[in-house]
């Protein structure tokens, strides 16, 4: 089992619509939780931290579940600029930091 | 600009001729990492430091090897390259020597394919 999940889709979304995107993890150590973006094989960009207590950038929310170990991002009124690869990354140590990242979910914005 | 940077961008090798992958930050950031990107798997983690001198290994070391003489460069080698080394290599830098609650900043990737 991965220890990063995600779906990998791709989810493919008209302009305007709501999309929602889950990952799990599976070390229950893990201390830090991230969304990155990342567009053609391009380098990855950080779009927001997740924490427990849920936060908002904009069209973007992020939540995090300690107890069942899953992290959502939540795309409001899609754009076809949101059209990418969401990462999820978690950072835990055990024994040495180390930084574990999601396989991606492809995400298509249509006009 | 604060940037990573990688050189070089894209090589074409063959088996065995080893090779150097450079990555250097101009943000004095203490944590650097080197990640690899195939299709499927995600980025995985190859190798991490903390510090000058201070370099500890990730998910998938094997074939690898890094150092950390200046704060700003961590070179990535592959002594020997072997063909299931082909991928997309990312160096990342972050602020803290923990990466733990900080954005890591991404180089902008080297295409590797080892004959």
């Known amino acids: 089992r991965k220890e990063v999940e995600q779906d990998p889709g791709p989810f493919n979304v008209p302009e305007g619509a709501t999309v929602a995107f889950n990952c799990t993890y599976s070390?229950?150590?893990?201390?830090?939780f991230f969304w990155y973006r990342q567009d053609c094989r391009k380098e990855p960009k950080l779009l927001m931290s997740?924490?427990?207590s849920g936060n908002e950038d904009g069209r973007f929310t992020a939540q995090l579940n300690r107890a069942s170990q899953y992290i959502s991002l939540l795309i409001r009124d899609s754009k076809l600029s949101d059209s990418a690869t969401y990462l999820c990354?978690?950072?835990?140590?055990?024994?040495?930091?180390?930084?574990?990242f999601g396989a991606g979910t492809r995400l298509f914005v249509k006009a | 600009e604060a940037q990573v940077t990688q050189n070089p961008r894209y090589l074409i090798t063959v088996t065995g001729k080893k090779l150097t992958v450079t990555c250097s930050q101009n943000?004095?950031?203490?944590?650097m990492s080197w990640y690899r990107q195939d299709p499927g798997l995600g980025l995985r983690q190859i190798y991490y430091?903390?510090?000058?001198?201070?370099?500890d290994k990730g998910d998938v070391p094997e074939g690898y090897k890094v150092s950390r003489k200046e704060k700003r460069n961590f070179p990535l080698i592959l002594e020997s390259p072997s063909p299931n080394q082909t991928s997309l290599y990312f160096c990342?830098?972050?602020?803290?020597?923990?990466?733990?609650?900080?954005?890591?900043?991404f180089g902008p990737g080297t295409r590797l394919t080892v004959l």
């Open positions: 990342a830098s972050s602020l803290g020597r923990t990466v733990s609650y900080n954005e890591q900043f």
């Open positions: 070390n229950s150590a893990s201390q830090s």
């Open positions: 997740v924490y427990s």
């Open positions: 990354v978690v950072n835990s140590y055990t024994g040495g930091f180390k930084t574990i």
């Open positions: 943000m004095n950031h203490e944590y």
């Open positions: 430091s903390m510090n000058v001198e201070v370099t």
